[in-house]
């Protein structure tokens, strides 16, 4: 019976040492390759920085939605189920011309716009900026205020909703849409 106990203090002993080995060993280096960007302004000027993406997204046998906020939030309907953090609103830099707290028109070049890839087609629509009034973009040209810095400069932040297809094939969809401004 005292020889069990030795085995057993040994047997503890062995897997403790292996715990502490695997725990102290050295981490497995991995380098990634990082793109750096910087969107300089000027008066009058107004530059993409970030194209829209609705993240992954889970179809079903049910249709459903998913939406991006222009605060970056991101929220489904239906069958749609939502799949960790990739997502993020398309994002502008400009700079108004003169008189800085005049409002900006605005528009987009079309109310809807198909995303394709290897299924059916899905629809983006009812594009909102982080604009006051928080309304809906749409073809016909409308004022809005951006939120600006004193002399001008601003952030300008887009989302929009997508409709996705029962059974939507995997894959990845992509499409172009347009946004106008008009200093006025």
């Not at 990082?34 to 179809?59: C, E, M, N, T, W």
């Not at 939605?65 to 830099?93: C, D, K, M, Q, W």
């Not at 059916?120 to 600006?148: E, G, K, Y």
């Not at 997508?162 to 939507?168: E, G, K, P």
Request: hydrophobic share 40%; glycine share 8%; with cysteine.
């Amino acid at each position: 019976m005292r020889g069990a106990k030795i085995r057993d203090k040994c047997a503890r002993f062995a897997l403790a040492a292996a715990i502490m080995a695997a725990a102290t060993a050295p981490a497995h280096a991995e380098t990634e390759a990082l793109d750096s960007q910087v969107a300089v302004v000027s008066p009058g000027s107004f530059y993409k920085v970030r194209d829209l993406h609705f993240g992954i997204v889970a179809a079903s046998t049910l249709p459903g939605t998913v939406t991006v906020a222009p605060n970056g939030t991101r929220t489904s309907t239906g069958g749609v189920t939502l799949i960790g953090n990739s997502h993020y609103p398309a994002e502008f830099a400009g700079m108004k011309p003169t008189q800085p707290n005049r409002p900006v028109r605005m528009r987009v070049g079309s109310n809807t716009v198909l995303l394709t890839g290897p299924g059916t087609p899905m629809v983006v629509s009812l594009f909102r900026a982080n604009t006051n009034p928080a309304q809906t973009l749409s073809t016909i040209p409308r004022n809005f205020q951006v939120q600006q810095s004193s002399n001008g400069a601003f952030a300008l932040y887009v989302g929009a909703t997508l409709a996705v297809n029962a059974n939507q094939q995997p894959g990845t969809y992509t499409g172009t849409w347009t946004l106008t401004l008009d200093y006025q």
